[in-house]
């Protein structure tokens, strides 16, 4: 499985932004899908997750409200969409895929993508 992270780059405070994930392969829909960052200085980070058994979606608690993580399995993509984007918001973006559920833990995940930058400026 090769993943592919994209959607980055630079926004204004207030805006909303929209990641993307594609990943290859025909086990797609077996996959559960995360989000991970990494801002400047700091350690990576759990966003988001969506179950491939159910599509459940699992959030940090502080990205509640402002993040919505979906998947298209037609379209072998998982999207991350942020609204109201704070300074706090500007890190590497990681998609990673795990054969088991959603799960906030890195050591869970089986594959990971290059990453996309985000950068924030007001």
């Known amino acids: 499985v090769q993943l592919q992270a994209y959607g980055g780059g630079l926004v204004q405070i207030g805006d909303s932004l929209s990641l993307s994930c594609a990943a290859s392969?025909?086990?797609?829909?077996?996959?559960?899908l995360g989000w991970f960052r990494q801002a400047p200085g700091q350690e990576r980070s759990f966003v988001a997750a969506?179950?491939?058994?159910?599509?459940?979606?699992v959030y940090q608690e502080s990205m509640k409200g402002r993040f919505t993580l979906s998947r298209d399995n037609d379209k072998n993509t998982v999207n991350l969409e942020i609204t109201n984007v704070t300074r706090d918001d500007a890190a590497v973006y990681y998609c990673?895929?795990?054969?088991?559920?959603?799960?906030?833990?890195?050591?869970?995940?089986?594959?990971w993508g290059q990453g996309t930058q985000v950068t924030v400026s007001s």
């Open positions: 392969g025909r086990t797609f829909s077996s996959l559960s």
């Open positions: 990673a895929a795990s054969y088991g559920l959603a799960s906030g833990r890195e050591y869970e995940y089986d594959y």
């Open positions: 969506i179950s491939w058994r159910d599509g459940r979606v």
